[in-house]
């Protein structure tokens, strides 16, 4: 970390499920000194400290959601989310909601595109 922290966290991790709909609210921590009188977050959030946040089912975004990453200098981004596979049977070995909204349930290199592009 370049920036100096409170030590009371370490990221905020904002999560909406659509898309990239979750970089809309970076604005209401990495400035939030400068929203509206009352705004309930008094301190600036260093966007190197934020995590966009997408769904798992979200794969044709998870390109563009690494693309604004970068170009945001944010921290990174969380999924929800992605179930383990059992190789063994050929089925999911763990699934939350019956599978609705899990990466695992696309065939998709778009994560590893996006995870390449993060790194570079």
């Known amino acids: 970390h370049n920036w100096t922290t409170t030590g009371l966290i370490d990221t905020v ?18 400035n939030a000194t400068h929203q509206w009188e009352g705004f309930p977050i008094t301190v600036d959030v260093p966007t190197q400290a934020v995590l966009g ?18 170009k945001q200098n944010l921290g990174g981004y969380m999924v929800w989310f992605a179930s383990f596979f059992d ?31 993060m790194n570079q």
Not at 60 to 65: F, I, R, S
């Open 53 to 70: 946040g997408m769904a798992g089912s979200d794969a044709g975004e998870a390109l563009n959601m690494a693309k604004q990453i970068n």
């Open 13 to 30: 991790g904002i999560m909406v499920y659509g898309g990239l709909s979750s970089l809309q609210y970076v604005k209401n921590y990495a």
């Open 87 to 117: 190789k063994t049977r050929n089925v999911p070995a763990f699934t939350y909601g019956h599978g609705a909204g899990d990466a695992s349930t696309q065939k998709s290199s778009s994560w590893e595109a996006a995870i390449k592009l």
